[in-house]
């Protein structure tokens, strides 16, 4: 069945009469049909100026009605299709330019500029970087040491050291003076070396000693067992097999018993409250020996030598913070090998100190350096002349005691 064409109410006659709209050809469609939806554009309308002067308000009449429209427009020119170039690929989103623009010879564009700048802003931060040297490259396969974690760790040492630092406690001990306590230090030193312990124990063991008499006073009588039992507590928290009560009691001469030791081993850790896990000047020196690069074995033994020399020193504990002794350690070996610069980028990124601050410390680790072979404490002298440890003690002292700035 044919469709019938839908009628409009205001399509209709005065008699009924159905008025069909839009019809084409024969009048078998009414709707319009689609021309062709190319790119063809018809009847573009190109205003002149000299059109726009004319009156816009003229009234004109068409079938009867009266609108307002603009009267004087005139077309330019006949309408004639214009070909408009349309890019199918909606990913692009940019025209390409009709012309080619030649710039002016001798002129730089905006993105040549920045990028010379970024390049020459580059360069000078790679060379600033490239004198600072990666310590850590080597160990980046091994877990064990920690390459993530490893800047961080310091960072909490140089912290922690601050909150511990050992206050000047001579003047409240009425029977100790300094030169015994180095005495004590020096023997301690000799038992260390006779029990083979790990160099841990004894910084730590040192440390224990010096904040315990910080804080409690102690008679002449009792210092030595004050070593023994400090030396008790460092072994069993460092060492994997820490020598036994009675091997303490027989070194030192059976001058006191078992119980004595372990009575002091409790007054210790009671009045340091167990806050045994403290940066000694050892955590320093092992990661600021890695970072002078350079290093041997003879580099990494004096340095040492030099901070063991500073430990049985009084003073040197009390001015000094631990990683300033172990920096200035650095320091003064450097000098007594006299490996210049004596002191690096790398160095000072790692310790965190300049020249000048580590100036002092590290002169007095010299003149100690030359005055060991003629000091009656010679514990330390003794453990750095053998072979084992590149007989450092036997180096030849610097002729000038003060240390000189690269």
Not at 151 to 171: L, Q, S
Not at 211 to 239: D, H, N, T, W
Not at 335 to 362: N, V
Request: with cysteine; aromatic share 8%; charged share 25%.
């Amino acid at each position: 069945m044919a469709s019938r064409a839908q009628v409009l109410p205001h399509q209709r006659g005065t008699a009924g009469e159905t008025k069909p709209t839009n019809a084409v050809g024969n009048g078998k469609n009414n709707r319009k049909v689609l021309g062709d939806i190319g790119n063809l554009v018809v009847g573009r309308v190109v205003q002149t100026g000299k059109d726009l002067q004319k009156p816009r308000n003229e009234e004109i009449r068409e079938n009867g009605a009266v609108t307002k429209a603009l009267a004087s427009l005139k077309l330019n020119q006949p309408s004639k299709p214009e070909v408009l170039a349309i890019n199918t690929d909606e990913n692009e989103k940019s025209c390409k330019p009709v012309g080619k623009r030649t710039p002016k010879r001798g002129t730089k564009t905006f993105s040549a500029t920045l990028t010379a700048r970024s390049k020459a802003a580059n360069g000078m931060k790679k060379c600033k970087k490239d004198t600072v040297i990666d310590i850590d490259a080597a160990d980046t396969d091994n877990e064990l040491a920690a390459v993530e974690y490893v800047d961080d760790i310091y960072m909490f040492y140089k912290m922690a050291e601050v909150e511990g630092k050992v206050r000047d406690y001579m003047g409240s001990q009425p029977e100790l003076n300094t030169k015994m306590r180095s005495i004590l230090i020096d023997w301690l030193v000799e038992v260390h070396r006779k029990f083979e312990l790990m160099p841990e124990t004894l910084y730590l063991t040192i440390n224990l000693i010096d904040r315990f008499l910080s804080v409690k006073v102690v008679p002449r009588r009792e210092l030595q067992l004050l070593g023994m039992s400090s030396m008790l507590i460092a072994s069993k928290y460092e060492e994997i097999w820490a020598p036994e009560v009675n091997d303490l009691v027989l070194i030192s001469d059976s001058a006191y018993v078992k119980e004595q030791v372990l009575a002091m081993e409790k007054s210790i850790l009671g009045q340091l409250e167990w806050y045994i896990t403290v940066p000694t000047p050892y955590v320093f020196l092992a990661r600021y020996v890695k970072a002078s690069v350079p290093c041997d074995k003879v580099m990494e033994n004096l340095v040492f030598y030099l901070a063991e020399l500073g430990l049985v020193q009084y003073p040197s504990v009390v001015l000094y913070l631990p990683s300033m002794l172990a920096a200035s350690a650095v320091y003064a070996a450097r000098s007594i090998l006299d490996w210049k610069p004596f002191w690096t980028e790398t160095l000072k990124h790692h310790t965190g100190y300049t020249e000048d601050e580590i100036s002092d410390c590290a002169k007095m680790l010299v003149e100690l350096q030359a005055s060991a072979s003629e000091s009656k404490l010679r514990a330390v002298y003794k453990k750095f002349s053998v072979p084992g440890n590149c007989a450092v003690s036997l180096l030849v002292p610097a002729k000038d005691s003060s240390v000189s700035c690269s």
